[in-house]
């Protein structure tokens, strides 16, 4: 996990804001840039951001206009210091994108809307794939480790 600072972004455009409330429990607060929030109090810091990292994946799979460039913007986050390749562009034609991770793809086909994870050196047929509308915070990060 990157460095937990108060003004860090976790998801794209929404922003961390964390206080220890007491000896060891912490608010944890993501709010977007219309001032929505995802919250939630804890023992356990890492734990809370995870847990507002969910609630705020949940309310951008709901409300988000484009929610292909989400998923790849986020993508981008969490994969900023290790992608080697990326490709496509998630605001032209049908939104598909692809990123490399060494020998592990994640990519995003627009025009079958479906997430594909596989590994380059393995069978052809040998892939994850979920569709857009079924991706949920945990399947996301599911595949994010994979090509990790």
């Not at 998801?11 to 000896?23: A, I, K, Y």
């Amino acid at each position: 996990m990157v460095t937990l600072r108060n003004g860090n972004q976790i998801l794209p455009n929404w922003t961390l804001h964390f206080d220890e409330v007491s000896n060891n429990v912490y608010k944890v607060v993501l709010t977007d840039a219309f001032g929505r929030e995802a919250a939630t109090t804890d023992h356990d810091l890492e734990r809370a951001i995870k847990t507002c990292e969910g609630y705020a994946f949940d309310i951008e799979r709901q409300i988000s206009k484009n929610w292909s460039r989400f998923l790849f913007d986020y993508t981008m986050l969490k994969l900023q210091d290790i992608v080697t390749i990326f490709s496509g562009d998630p605001k032209n034609a049908y939104g598909s994108w692809g990123v490399r991770v060494k020998d592990k793809i994640l990519t995003y086909e627009g025009r079958d809307d479906i997430l594909i994870a596989k590994d380059s050196n393995a069978d052809a047929f040998d892939y994850k794939a979920v569709a857009l509308k079924d991706i949920s915070f945990d399947t996301f990060n599911e595949y994010i480790n994979f090509v990790k």
